[in-house]
């Protein structure tokens, strides 16, 4: 198979490349302020118009914008959920991968309880011990069980890497056991991380959706969960159907992006994908 990304891949980056542009300058685009401080009841429920592009919600908030600043929460949790998530498992994987023994056991069986445990219910379960869940009580529930997938491919990567010859002959001449993960362990196992990571990115998208959905994520109207719970409220008018589409299709284009280029990194990193036609 050709080392270059497929087209496929491609066309995921640039999607992701959108959001991450909405993400970062959408709120300085928006054609009008959201929050509290923008309700007013005189426009609700506007239909799409010059002026309201997507119309207004039961609060006369228009409707694109609260769409425009959901992105950049989006963003921000996607990101940082992500990346903590990556730290924490790859560093916890390459410690039971290297070292096996007493603490592979015990890392990988809490690892096993974890992943045996629906991951969205320990979610709702972490979140709802709140009454009034903030965006970081959100990223610690996402945190909380979603490093895992993180350190079972980090332990893998490692049973393998530590038998490698270079590993040996590091250790042969005395190398730190700190010295040889950092400098001959986790570079060679970041490839991997970083499929999983792509793969991660839209999953965090829509669990933080579900959450939102259900009233458990952050508490603010403008995140695409919570435009999504007050479309369902309308979606059986048709002057405000659009209202359940917008974030809807927001979310599918985020979660499309990644699965697209996590593919194409798969196909370009993995070496089992490398010899399929």
């Known amino acids: 198979m050709n080392a270059k990304l497929p087209p496929a891949a491609w066309a995921g980056a640039a999607m992701l490349g959108v959001f991450v542009f909405l993400g970062l300058f959408g709120p300085l685009l ?10 007013d009841k005189s426009p609700q429920f506007l ?14 908030v228009d409707a694109l914008s609260q769409l425009m600043h959901g992105a950049r929460s989006a963003l ?7 990346t903590s998530c990556a730290l924490i498992g790859v560093t916890i994987g390459v410690i039971a991968g290297y070292f096996r023994g007493v603490v592979d056991e015990i890392v990988m069986r809490i690892v096993d ?3 045996a445990f629906p991951g969205i219910l320990l979610n709702i379960a972490i979140v709802a011990t709140v009454a009034r869940p903030g965006l970081g009580m959100v990223i610690a529930a996402l945190i909380a069980n979603g490093w895992v997938g993180y350190a079972r491919v980090a332990r893998g990567q490692v049973l393998s890497l530590r038998e490698r010859d270079y590993v040996q002959a590091a250790r042969a001449i005395g190398a730190s056991n700190a010295r040889i993960m950092a400098r001959h362990v986790v570079p060679n196992l970041l490839a991997p991380v970083m499929v999983q990571m792509t793969f991660g990115f839209g999953g965090i998208i829509l669990i933080e959706a579900s959450l939102s ?5 952050p508490q603010v109207d403008y995140t ?9 409220q309308l979606m059986f008018q048709p002057d405000f159907s659009h209202y359940l589409i917008a974030p809807g299709l927001a979310i599918a284009w985020v979660v499309l992006a990644a699965n697209l280029l996590g593919d194409g990194l798969r196909d370009r990193f993995d070496p089992r994908q490398r010899g399929r036609g």
């Open 30 to 39: 928006a054609p009008y302020p959201v929050g509290v401080e923008a309700i």
């Open 47 to 60: 239909p799409p118009s010059s002026q309201h592009w997507l119309g207004t919600d039961e609060n006369g």
């Open 76 to 82: 921000t949790l996607s990101l940082v959920v992500v």
């Open 113 to 115: 309880i974890l992943m």
């Open 213 to 217: 959905f259900l009233g458990l994520g």
């Open 224 to 232: 695409w969960g919570a435009m999504l719970d007050q479309g369902r």
